[in-house]
């Protein structure tokens, strides 16, 4: 690794922060981190991600096939979020922003799930015979 | 958690807050109503240009969810088989059948890019010109590679499989104008970042954020990259495997 990474130990962040500030000028709310753990997910997200694809491969299906989907699908989701865009890092405010708003829209998801059954018999009951 | 308490910035002097007209009176007019909205408060202590990009972000994740929602409610309410997308996007190699190969590779590209991109914005706060701008480079390149995949994609389909958004020989109709829908939508995002990193890249290169002082373009494009990448895992998990 470069002499540049900066690694800082979370004790002394402050000062730290404040030094980067001076050395690099990055900006506040600029995110730093060791690259390192950066490395880590980008494994993680490979090793995901071909998991999932061997759901497929060995056609795993019924709800066993669900649920590895969309375990896989929801852990890439949260360190791409958490991790590769910094959140984990941010502050609470805008953290209960990025996080809780697109919770609404389970909501959503609900009511077409309930409306997409209510149409499917609908058209058994009237068209299909 | 004293690093992110250090992270706070000072509160900035802001131009005209709401009593600092002449005589101490009330700003009229358009300066009075920002005054009266910003109210001398910032509330996300970012750069505004970060704030903004995920603001962006989010009513972009309304977009692809109300596509996707939209997508899950056609699919259950559908009278006709759903194409089996296994066996839709399954590619020949060598005589045999793979399935959803080319889907696997775009995803591990898409991957690859974004830990390019994590980096890129890594290199930039180090102040590292030519290490940020080739990192950045590498990303758009990977991007280029997936649209081209996606077009050749489109292409077996539309032309080989007769897939079309009223119908197809497979099954439901409702599988081509989902899928045209949701991956064209998609493939837009890559390209407008594409462009997006193509141009942060030049100025990366050109030393134009040395001179602003700032690299926070870098982790703001960064974060619009990410966020395709997040949305093709969306993609991949409910259109291409459920």
Not at chain 1, 3 to 28: C, I, K, L, R
Not at chain 1, 45 to 66: E, P, T
Request: charged letters at 10%.
């Amino acid at each position: 690794m470069d002499q540049a990474v900066v690694q800082h130990p979370p004790a002394d962040a402050t000062h730290a922060s404040s030094a980067h500030a001076a050395t690099h000028g990055s900006a506040e709310g600029g995110q730093q981190h060791p690259i390192r753990i950066y490395l880590w997910i980008w494994v993680l997200l490979f090793v995901l991600s071909a998991c999932s694809y061997m759901v497929d491969y060995f056609q795993l299906h019924g709800a066993l096939r669900w649920t590895l989907i969309l375990l896989f699908m929801l852990l890439k989701a949260g360190f791409i979020v958490s991790i590769f865009m910094h959140v984990a890092w941010e502050r609470l405010a805008l953290k209960l922003v990025i996080l809780v708003t697109p919770l609404t829209l389970l909501v959503l998801i609900g009511l077409m799930a309930i409306e997409g059954d209510y149409t499917f018999l609908t058209r058994i009951a009237s068209f299909v015979r | 958690m004293t690093e992110q308490a250090s992270i706070r910035p000072q509160p900035t002097p802001v131009l005209d807050g709401p009593m600092d007209g002449p005589l101490n009176t009330p700003l009229d007019g358009f300066r009075g109503a920002t005054a009266d909205w910003s109210a001398d408060k910032q509330a996300f202590p970012v750069p505004w240009g970060k704030a903004m990009m995920w603001i962006f972000l989010i009513s972009d994740t309304f977009i692809f969810t109300c596509f996707l929602t939209s997508y899950m409610n056609v699919r259950i309410s559908t009278t006709e088989v759903w194409p089996n997308p296994s066996e839709v996007f399954a590619l020949t190699v060598g005589g045999t059948d793979i399935p959803l190969l080319l889907i696997a590779i775009m995803t591990m590209i898409l991957i690859t890019s974004s830990g390019t991109m994590a980096m890129a914005v890594n290199f930039g706060y180090q102040r590292n010109r030519k290490r940020t701008a080739a990192l950045l480079f590498t990303t758009a390149a990977f991007g280029v590679s997936f649209v081209c995949m996606q077009a050749f994609e489109w292409t077996k389909l539309i032309v080989h499989e007769g897939v079309r958004p009223w119908g197809n020989p497979m099954g439901a109709a409702q599988f081509g104008s989902s899928f045209f829908m949701i991956t064209g939508f998609h493939g837009l995002h890559v390209t407008g970042g594409v462009i997006y990193l193509s141009v942060v890249a030049t100025r990366v290169l050109n030393g134009f954020y040395d001179r602003k002082g700032t690299y926070e373009t870098v982790e703001i494009a960064g974060l619009y990259w990410h966020f395709v990448d997040l949305v093709w895992v969306f993609i991949f998990a409910l259109f291409y495997l459920w």
